[in-house]
């Protein structure tokens, strides 16, 4: 079976930093796209970013760039979400998401659209709190 399991949130004052990690069984990121996806409280689930497992590459939301950094670690088949410089507005429960045709990378990618029906599997979110 397709799992995954999103962790590492917590609170964390503005300014401050938390990595957040998605780790997946079932399956290989060698094969799959991995989103990242937030839901603040009386808001949409929105996307943030992801990762494309056959090569690497990164796509992320203008309201994460530069501050949010997709990474992954193979051999554990483990996705990690560094996220720094972080702002009261980032709050929310964060979750993982994977894409085995990779549609939604290449929504996001063409369209700068992350779509959460173009995700199959979804991991618990983690909720992440920054205070001011």
């Known amino acids: 079976d397709v799992q995954l399991q999103a962790s590492g949130g917590g609170l964390v004052q503005a300014g401050g930093s938390l990595r957040l990690s998605c780790a997946a069984s079932?399956?290989?990121?060698?094969?799959?796209?991995i989103g990242w996806f937030r839901q603040a409280p009386g808001k949409e689930r929105e996307g943030i970013g992801c990762?494309?497992?056959?090569?690497?590459?990164?796509y992320y939301v203008d309201s994460v760039e530069g501050r949010f950094t997709i990474s992954s670690d193979n051999a554990k088949n483990t996705v990690y979400l560094q996220m720094d410089d972080l702002k009261p507005e980032d709050t929310g429960n964060y979750y993982c998401a994977s894409d085995r045709g990779f549609w939604g990378w290449s929504t996001a990618r063409t369209m700068g659209r992350m779509m959460t029906t173009l995700y199959e599997y979804w991991g618990q979110g983690t909720q992440v709190t920054v205070s001011s």
């Open positions: 990762y494309n497992g056959r090569d690497g590459s990164t």
């Open positions: 079932g399956f290989s990121f060698d094969d799959y796209s």
